[in-house]
């Protein structure tokens, strides 16, 4: 089983940044570890239904991100320290959320398969983010 845990959530006033942390252990019943997995972040607001943030490549080689992030957000991993980070700067109210990481077992790099949340197996507990304006 894998277990993903975010940390590095927060409050944070707008133009702020905020770096979140999502560490993995743990091995899949297929023998999958973090390293052979799509890393993806995703996000949920009060009354809405959780969106895609980012996502990168098992070999990290290849990032997505949302438009309503693009260039203010960075996605990034460590294999050696199974850990996926997500870099946010210039945050706005609007990205007050809870921002979860999750594992796909596929070694695509299509943006439309890593940005669709049924592709991902585990998911983490999720980290609070808000951003005050």
């Known amino acids: 089983q894998v277990q993903l845990v975010e940390s590095g959530g927060g409050l944070v006033q707008a133009g702020g940044s905020l770096r979140l942390s999502c560490a993995a252990s743990g091995r899949a019943a297929s023998g999958r570890t973090f390293s052979s997995s799509a890393m993806g972040w995703f996000r949920q607001a009060p009354g809405k239904e959780r969106e895609f943030v980012a996502s990168?490549?098992?070999?990290?080689?290849?990032?997505s991100y949302a438009d309503s992030v693009k260039g203010r957000f960075t996605i990034s991993r460590d294999n050696a320290k199974s850990t996926v980070y997500l870099q946010m700067n210039s945050l706005k109210p609007e990205d007050t959320a809870v921002y979860y990481c999750a594992a796909a077992g596929t070694f695509s790099s299509s943006a439309q398969v890593l940005g669709n949340s049924r592709m991902y197996d585990y998911w983490g507990q999720g980290t609070q983010v808000t951003v005050s304006s």
């Open positions: 990168i490549t098992w070999s990290g080689t290849i990032t």
